[in-house]
Every structure is written in C-alpha cells, then in structure tokens.
C-alpha cells in the first residue's frame, strides 16, 4: 500500500462532520450503557467523558484511559471511537474511561489547533486554553489510571507508529500493537521519527518531563495520573479507513493483552 500524496505542507486528506459523528458516539454509547459526564461547553459544543466500569470482576478494577480528535485535522480518532463503541468488544474486567473528542471546533476547520489557534496537545504545561484547562479540572478529580491510549494521527508519516512511556518497565505492549497493525496498515520504516530515534515503528522518548518546554496530554498523564503510556500514530497520507483500521486494531490489541481476552 502506498501513500497517496495528498499532503503537502499539511493534511488535505478526508474530512468528516463533526457534529454528526459526535452524536452517533453519544447514540452508540448510550445503547452499550457507556455512561456520559460534561466537562466542558462552548458554541453549542459538549466537551465529555464516557466510562464503563467493569463487569463480573471484583474491585480493583484495571482503569484504562483512551482519548482522541485533539487535533482537528486528525478524523480516524472519531472514527475509530465510534467503530469500537459500536463493536463493544471491550475486555469485561477493565474499567474504561473514553473521551471521543477533545478538539471540535478544530474539526470544524480541519486544522490541527482549536477554533483560537492553539495547539491543545502542546498546552498542558501552561493550560492557556478553556478546552485544556476544563479537562485538567476534569481528570483531577479522577482516579489514576493503569494504562492511558491517546489516539492521533501524523500527516507526514510513512506508516503506523507509537510513542512507548513506561516508568515500570512492564511488559511492553507496544510491538504486539504494531504487529497487529501490520496487518491492516504500513509501519513506518524509518530509523528517525519525529527526530527521535525510532525501531520498527516504536519511540521510546525520554519520560522525563523537564525536557519539554511544552507538555502533551501523555505528558500530563504520565506526571499525574498513570505510569504507563501508549500515543498511537495513524498515517494521514492513506486511506481513511486504513488509518481508522490501524488504530481500532492497537487500541484492540492493547486491551486484549493489558486485561485479557473475555469480552463483555
């Protein structure tokens, strides 16, 4: 499968309506019993949290964190959520919170910053914008979590790849992720991604927060609330739902090796 070199300068790729694929999100949660919490509203936009406790398994739970659609020229995110929430294949002893979309008004604009120009992913250090600052609040008031996926995708990749942060050296989920990705998208070959060194798709960047004069989402996450992290990259410059294929196969593929394989 090749590119399909759309892309030039920025994404120019498939586009989707935001509106309407939050509100088959809401309508597929609600008929799988995911509850809906609000953190956050702005231009008849609802900034919200679905979760699902676990099933037939006695507390502790393992809590599992998944966002997406921080970035508004990034759609396989939304999509992806909407594919897996309609699947409802999720492992019944996992604990799962998902926030579907934390980018709208960027959407609206197919472009990577909010509806004032923001970055939202860079802005977690500083909090300039309502949209981080509400989410912040949000997730302060939650319970940590034992594995946080946070969904993108990168219009200049070559391929699938994923950024690895994990303080407790536990079993790496990150090649079981790529190679079921392999099957359904291109991993990005390159040795170099992103300026970090890269091997067969997998970035182990420094933890450290301190080298960063701009935090991540993953970065607030690994400072606050997890010890394990996973941001997963989808190639802009293929097929829509290739790109949706890859990560509905990683966000999968982790569940299924971080809590088992029995499914609700």
């Not at 509850?35 to 398994?57: G, N, Y």
């Not at 709208?104 to 909090?127: A, K, M, V, W």
Request: one cysteine or more; a negative charge; aromatic letters at 8%.
């Amino acid at each position: 499968m090749e590119k399909l070199g759309k892309n030039h300068d920025r994404y120019h790729g498939e586009t989707i309506a935001i509106r309407n694929v939050l509100h088959e999100i809401g309508t597929a949660a609600r008929e799988n019993s995911w509850t809906a919490e609000t953190f956050h509203t702005f231009d008849d936009f609802k900034w919200f949290a679905l979760r699902r406790p676990a099933s037939h398994v006695p507390p502790p739970a393992p809590r599992i964190y998944i966002s997406t659609g921080i970035h508004g020229d990034e759609p396989a995110g939304p999509l992806a959520t909407l594919r897996l929430l309609r699947e409802n294949q999720w492992p019944a002893g996992a604990d799962i919170t998902l926030l579907p979309c934390l980018n709208p008004t960027g959407f609206q604009q197919n472009t990577r910053e909010n509806g004032s120009g923001i970055d939202l992913n860079r802005d977690y250090l500083h909090l300039q914008s309502a949209e981080i600052r509400a989410q912040v609040a949000w997730l302060e008031q939650q319970v940590g979590f034992d594995l946080c996926l946070c969904l993108h995708e990168d219009w200049e990749a070559h391929g699938f790849y994923l950024y690895e942060l994990n303080l407790d050296s536990r079993p790496s989920l990150a090649e079981p992720m790529v190679t079921a990705v392999s099957q359904v998208c291109p991993i990005d070959p390159s040795e170099t991604i992103e300026g970090r060194p890269a091997e067969q798709g997998i970035i182990r960047p420094s933890a450290d927060p301190r080298t960063r004069a701009q935090w991540p989402e993953a970065f607030w996450l690994l400072t606050h609330k997890t010890r394990l992290s996973y941001t997963l990259e989808a190639p802009s410059d293929f097929p829509l739902n290739t790109r949706v294929d890859a990560l509905v196969a990683g966000v999968n593929t982790a569940l299924q090796k971080f809590c088992g394989t029995t499914a609700a």
